[in-house]
């Protein structure tokens, strides 16, 4: 029978499973459950089966699901961020992982000023080259990395990808990508703390755990269809 607990318990073995596989600590790894669209219900039920850390895409959502939920949770926002949503978003999440252009970094960096707050932010990379997803494009990592830099109430943190709609195992060289890039502006800035890796969904978490993933969004497996 279908169980929220049921699902959270077999996504902590399969990711247990690989890290052990490519000799990492699974302890290492956050796991972030996909919420959206999803009835608080849902929501409550995972945070009584020991999930603390949602993920959500729509600005609106996120801000009504936290006027609603009266529980102490951890909330990261995943999705496209429009310019003009970014007050309902910035302070009330842990991480912004799709930080994609130096505009709508500015637009954080004011609202967390005007807020006092530092906002934690992953910068999400375009590694397949499709224009149908966000991202900002190889080239032009590093330019919106110094931008992050110069904006003191950013704190960079890593790198976000989105790999195609492929079979799993296909999937393995975008993330691979990702890693290699993280690595490569590691050196590049080794005074900042880039360690964060969120890659892998309910398709292929596992391949992008053997590549790096630190942080999985996981949705469907977690919560059914």
Do not use: C
């Amino acid at each position: 029978m279908y169980s929220i607990a049921g699902n959270l318990r077999e996504v902590h073995e399969r990711i247990a499973a690989s890290a052990t596989r490519s000799g990492r600590d699974p302890s290492g790894i956050k796991l972030v459950a996909v919420s959206k669209g999803r009835p608080l219900k849902m929501i409550i039920e995972a945070a009584q089966a020991g999930q603390s850390v949602f993920g959500e895409n729509k600005a609106q959502e996120l801000r009504d699901k936290l006027e609603a939920i009266d529980r102490e949770l951890e909330w990261h926002f995943i999705g496209h961020l429009q310019r003009n949503k970014v007050n309902m978003v910035v302070g009330n999440v842990a991480a912004i992982h799709s930080l994609d252009s130096e505009s709508l970094a500015e637009a954080i960096h004011r609202r967390a000023s005007f807020l006092g707050v530092e906002q934690d932010v992953l910068i999400q990379v375009n590694v397949s080259g499709e224009e149908s997803k966000y991202g900002v494009e190889e080239d032009r990592v590093g330019l919106l990395i110094d931008r992050v830099l110069s904006l003191s109430s950013l704190k960079l943190r890593g790198m976000m990808t989105i790999a195609p709609l492929l079979p799993a195992e296909e999937t393995r060289p975008f993330f691979k990508r990702l890693r290699e890039i993280r690595d490569a502006m590691s050196l590049r800035y080794p005074q900042e703390d880039l360690a964060t890796l969120s890659m892998g969904m309910t398709q292929d978490f596992e391949i992008a755990i053997e590549e790096g993933a630190n942080l999985v969004r996981i949705g469907t497996a977690i919560f059914s269809e």
